[in-house]
């Protein structure tokens, strides 16, 4: 057994502490509208550049990018420190939001995405590894649920503020409008985060990190192009998953040789480091799947608006917001984590079974039940486990072991729809054969065409398959229960033990 240090120089209280948790919310709340912001403003875009051939890059580009770079930031925190990366990070997310508003051409939107990307991909880690250097283990809980609420803000106010903005301004104003409150923040951060730098001989682990990146791209393209620009089943889906699974091997070897690996195994011996990440891979599998399938059954198996569809994510964000804020506080009163992801990845299992009783005649009310507790259940889970890395992790590997753990996140998101989508197409492909359709005829813009008799069987095809969607993500969330259940109910305070 080892004993995590005692309280730190770095650990800070009062009104410095308050600066620097506002200031790096602010940063996550801009790194989160950039994921969705784009997509309200998407249309004008594309239509003031001439870029539709490259509307994919537009989302892709920034995915892809802030993906990549995650591990290697986590990594490089634990060799040099945090600050000065913190504060590149966060100026190089400016410098691409004002570039990206400057855009002439979408091949220059695209690059300068590309530039945001490349400051987002930091600014989750490191405000998650800023946090476990500067806030007491016993108050990381309270913290993290307000990071969650933080993501749920950015997550409605994405879409309503790009379309304002969009009709209000410009689309350019989208992105011009991180700079007055990123700016604010970088002062604030620079002025207060007072870390020691540190300094490492060992070399860094291009070699590894270029293994990471392409694996990234690769199932980052599965995941967006598969169904939509290609068949699963093409040839060039069928590539990207190869290229996924040799680049992982590839990338695993390296890990286990490299005289410093950019994911450093050792600190995968501490089980709960593990666990976590384990368990994250199978709960993002379940946050995905859940909005992306859910309006596709208001839409195709209902027949409602879209408009229908929106309303149903605020009680899901809401419920998420407030759980996250609660359960994170409760975690700081009772110093114990294990409770929230156990309880929440089994009222997910209650979700989702809730969610495959649905049938086309479903009230709207039920509905936004079920997706209010859809929330409370993700809110129990997605900080806490990365709260279980925090406390856990070897000081030395702190920064690595929380990119692993925001990295466990996006693959399990990333696969695990992939999987799900390929599975759904393919159900709904054969239940569509019986009454003579296809995907393309039987689509939400083809739907009016059809009679009524026609209409109402393919609302009831749509509807068994994305049930089948569903009554299959139970046991990925089983399996997140089972690996919760695993993990060590170890007390959250300064003298936390890790169990090696």
């Known amino acids: 057994m080892a004993t995590e240090q005692e309280a730190q120089p770095g650990r800070l209280q009062g009104g410095q502490l308050r600066v620097i948790v506002v200031s790096i919310m602010v940063c996550m709340v801009l790194s989160a509208l950039d994921l969705t912001i784009v997509s309200t403003a998407a249309p004008k875009i594309v239509g003031e550049l001439d870029g539709l051939p490259y509307l994919s ?38 410098l691409g939001s004002a570039l990206s508003g400057l855009a002439q051409t979408m091949f220059q939107l695209v690059a300068f995405r590309a530039v945001q990307g490349i400051g987002a991909g930091g600014l989750t880690v490191l405000t998650i590894t800023v946090i476990a250097e500067v806030v007491p283990p016993a108050d990381r809980g309270k913290y993290m649920g307000m990071f969650g609420s933080v993501l749920g803000v950015g997550a409605i106010a994405g879409p309503l503020l790009g379309g304002l903005l969009t009709d209000a301004l410009s689309w350019r104003w989208i992105f011009y409008i991180n700079l007055p409150l990123g700016l604010i923040a970088l002062v604030a951060i620079f002025r207060a985060l007072k870390l020691p730098p540190k300094r490492s001989d060992r070399p860094i682990d291009f070699l590894g990190f270029a293994l990471l990146a392409g694996l990234v791209v690769a199932i980052t393209l599965v995941t967006s192009w598969g169904g939509g620009e290609y068949a699963w089943g093409s040839s060039t889906i069928l590539l990207l998953i190869g290229a996924s699974a040799v680049l992982l091997v590839l990338f695993v070897a390296r890990q286990l040789t490299a005289p410093e690996p950019i994911m450093p195994p050792r600190m995968f011996k501490v089980s709960s480091v593990t666990l976590a990440c384990l ?24 027949g409602r608006t879209a408009t229908n569809t929106a309303l149903l994510q605020l009680p899901n964000i809401l419920a998420l917001m407030v759980v996250s804020t609660v359960s994170g506080n409760l975690i700081t009163k009772w110093r114990r984590y294990k409770w929230a992801p156990v309880l929440g990845t089994a009222l997910g299992v209650v979700s989702l079974l809730l969610f495959a009783s649905m049938t086309p005649d479903t009230s709207q009310f039920l509905l936004m039940a079920y997706m209010a507790l859809f929330g409370i259940a993700i809110g129990l889970c997605m900080q806490p486990l990365l709260v279980a890395i925090q406390v856990t992790a070897p000081e030395a590997d702190m920064g690595a072991a929380v990119a692993a753990g925001t990295f466990s996140q996006r693959i399990g998101g990333a696969v695990g729809f992939a999987v799900m989508a390929a599975l759904f197409s393919g159900w709904l492909g054969s239940r569509l054969a019986t009454v003579g359709l296809t995907e393309k005829t039987a689509s939400a813009d083809s739907l009016g065409s059809l009679s009524p008799q026609t209409q109402t069987l393919v609302h009831q ?34 003298d936390v033990e890790i169990d090696v």
């Not at 990366?85 to 400016?94: D, E, G, P, R, V």
């Not at 368990?279 to 209902?302: D, E, G, I, K, R």
């Not at 569903?470 to 959250?492: D, E, H, M, Y």
């Open 57 to 94: 890059w537009l989302f892709n580009t920034y995915v892809i990018v802030a993906g990549v770079t995650t591990p290697l930031y986590g990594k490089l925190s634990d060799m040099f420190g945090t600050r000065r990366l913190y504060l590149f990070a966060l100026s190089t997310f400016l």
């Open 279 to 302: 368990a994250n891979v199978f709960v993002h599998t379940w946050a995905t799947v859940v909005p992306a399938f859910v309006p596709l059954f208001v839409q195709l198996a209902m």
């Open 461 to 494: 095809a749509y509807a068994d398959a994305i049930s089948e969607v569903f009554l299959w993500t139970v046991p990925v969330v089983a399996a997140g229960l089972l690996i919760s259940l695993l993990l060590k109910n170890i007390k959250v305070d300064e």
